[in-house]
């Protein structure tokens, strides 16, 4: 019988809930592929040229996915759009997603989610990110990468503040039918 060494990591503690993920509401500068800059926040604009592979909110969507099932902490996560059946849904709004040019540049994201519970329709955890991300350049690359420095953090504090909520709200036990 295998015992228990100090060196083991510690077991994850998997929360017997089924998420499913929505969309992202936005403003259309963020449902489209374009590239969106601003100028010290006072004028808006697309690059004509560089876009991305999807919108936005469809990218970041995907992620926020993809890092809670990877996390493996939940019974399952799925897509809003799949016909699973879930306790929770998680959704939100991106407000932000850009690169704001000034004395320095960097690249902007502010986006709030929030889970929903499906069964009474409460809202039962709210979370808001905003963050300026440093550009390590002046190419377009280079506020690419500063983005996906910053919406990759903005996930991984998402699925943290999710993890913090189950552990303090433990899912009732199912009534014995």
């Known amino acids: 019988m295998p015992t228990e060494n100090s060196a083991d990591p510690p077991r994850q503690t998997i929360y017997p809930v089924r998420i499913l993920v929505g969309p992202l509401a936005a403003s259309h500068l963020y449902r489209e592929d374009n590239i969106v800059y601003s100028s010290n926040g006072e004028s808006m604009g697309t690059y004509q040229y560089q876009r991305w592979a999807e919108p936005p909110t469809v990218m970041i969507q995907d992620l926020i996915f993809r890092t809670l099932r990877s996390s493996g902490r939940y019974r399952s996560v799925h897509s809003l759009r799949s016909s699973m059946r879930g306790e929770y849904l998680l959704h939100g709004h991106l407000y932000?997603?850009?690169?704001?040019?000034?004395?320095?540049?960097?690249?902007?994201?502010?986006?709030?989610?929030?889970?929903?519970?499906?069964?009474?329709?409460?809202?039962?955890?709210?979370?808001?990110?905003?963050?300026?991300?440093?550009?390590?350049?002046?190419?377009?690359?280079?506020?690419?990468?500063?983005?996906?420095?910053?919406?990759?953090?903005?996930?991984?504090?998402?699925?943290?503040?999710?993890?913090?909520?189950?552990?303090?709200?433990?899912?009732?036990?199912?009534?014995?039918?």
């Open 96 to 177: 932000d997603f850009k690169e704001i040019a000034g004395s320095s540049m960097v690249g902007r994201v502010a986006m709030a989610m929030e889970l929903r519970d499906t069964n009474s329709g409460e809202t039962v955890w709210t979370h808001s990110y905003n963050h300026d991300e440093p550009v390590a350049g002046k190419d377009i690359h280079a506020v690419v990468d500063a983005l996906n420095r910053n919406v990759q953090r903005a996930a991984a504090e998402f699925a943290s503040s999710l993890d913090q909520y189950f552990a303090a709200h433990p899912l009732a036990p199912a009534p014995a039918q």
